[in-house]
């Protein structure tokens, strides 16, 4: 009875589409909407009012990308332990993010080649244009150091940058090489050595940054996706309940208790970061209603989150100015449905592809061996 009080193990809930965590990712992807959308308006910009809260610590955009950083490292460390084959680890996550990419960035830069640019429909005969889709969609190869021309196009919406939130693909991309050189280098059981390597990866990130300066940069969202892989290699022993999140809370406002008097703010990065990671684990954990199951078949976040920059800076160049609350409405309008056609058009078709190509592949091997 008391092991049942404290919900299913990570391992029970992620092994089973009955979750919640498709839920977590679009609350996720909807809350990185209304950041760039109060943000981004022209007629008020601002900040959003959860991120006047967190502010000088953080905002609700990065929030919410590092829930998204947590949970994508659990989930590539499953993928990895589960099948740790190099091949079809890569196979698998470029299914997932490079066709519904390409699909995004062909269509939005047509768009705003032909509608939003001093070339028109002409534009679209030069070269610049493919060179963003293409480098876009390939990531720029994973490189350090993205040119900023090759970001955007010039001549097009003012020379802004028509995906701005692009730039955590590359990061997570260069994580999934990581987790890969991770397993690949296994010397203990698979287990056990992803977590131990994750474990001195997170110390060395944060303490001896120089160990992995050369690759990652951006130490926060690194962390959160090494904490993901660290707890998924704990999945089959961890609980995250309600009670969990009440003693992140706790620790929140203790950190509160002394942050007052020394710094500007009386929150903190590690305080904002714990509420948030544990209340997404304790959400993404439990058995969702009937009313969620379509949410639960269904991963519309990926989509909203690629698409709705490009939406949001057109709908300015379009429109009159509007207030933040207005320009919300009106870009979730079109990012929702535009995503759910990217799901069920692109992003499914092409998982569901790869799976059966890996799967006939896996069976051939089998009948040889």
């Known amino acids: 009875m008391a092991q049942h009080s404290q919900g299913r193990t990570l391992e029970a809930a992620i092994g089973t589409h009955d979750n919640g965590f498709n839920l977590v990712r679009l609350v996720c992807a909807l809350a990185v909407v209304v ?129 701005g939130p ?61 904490t993901g892989i660290v707890l998924q290699t704990l999945a089959p022993e961890v609980r995250i309940g309600w009670r969990h999140v009440a003693c992140a809370l706790a620790l929140a406002l203790l950190n509160w208790t002394r942050s007052a008097d020394q710094t500007p703010s009386p929150l903190t990065w590690f305080g904002i970061a714990l509420v948030a990671v544990t209340l997404a684990l304790c959400v993404g954990s439990r058995q969702l209603p009937a009313w969620a199951a379509h949410i639960q078949r269904h991963d519309y976040s990926y989509g909203i989150y690629i698409w709705h920059w490009p939406v949001i800076v057109m709908l300015r160049e379009a429109l009159p100015p509007m207030g933040p609350k207005r320009l919300t409405v009106v870009a979730l309008a079109l990012v929702i449905p535009l995503a759910m056609l990217s799901w069920h058009l692109v992003e499914r078709p092409a998982l569901r592809a790869v799976r059966r190509w890996l799967g006939r592949d896996s069976a051939r091997a089998a009948t040889v061996s």
């Open 166 to 226: 692009l730039w955590t693909l590359y990061w997570e991309g260069r994580m999934y090489v990581m987790v890969a050189l991770i397993g690949l280098a296994a010397a203990l059981p698979l287990r056990s050595w992803m977590r131990g390597v994750a474990l001195f990866l997170l110390l060395a990130a944060n303490v001896y940054p120089e160990v992995v300066s050369g690759y990652v940069w951006e130490t926060r969202m690194w962390s959160l996706f090494l």
């Open 35 to 163: 950041y760039h959308t109060w943000m981004m308006n022209v007629a008020e910009p601002m900040r959003d009012p959860v991120t006047r809260f967190l502010t000088p610590n953080t905002d609700l955009g990065a929030v919410a990308v590092g829930v998204f950083f947590v949970i994508s490292g659990m989930f590539i460390a499953r993928s990895w332990m589960g099948d740790p084959h190099l091949g079809r680890f890569a196979a698998r996550r470029v299914a997932r993010i490079v066709p519904g990419l390409f699909a995004c960035l062909l269509a939005t830069t047509v768009v705003a080649v032909a509608f939003f640019s001093t070339f028109g429909a002409r534009g679209l005969f030069d070269s610049a244009p493919w060179r963003y889709i293409f480098g876009n969609t390939v990531l720029h190869g994973l490189v350090y150091h993205i040119p900023p021309e090759h970001l955007r196009i010039e001549g097009v919406l003012g020379g802004q940058p028509l995906n």
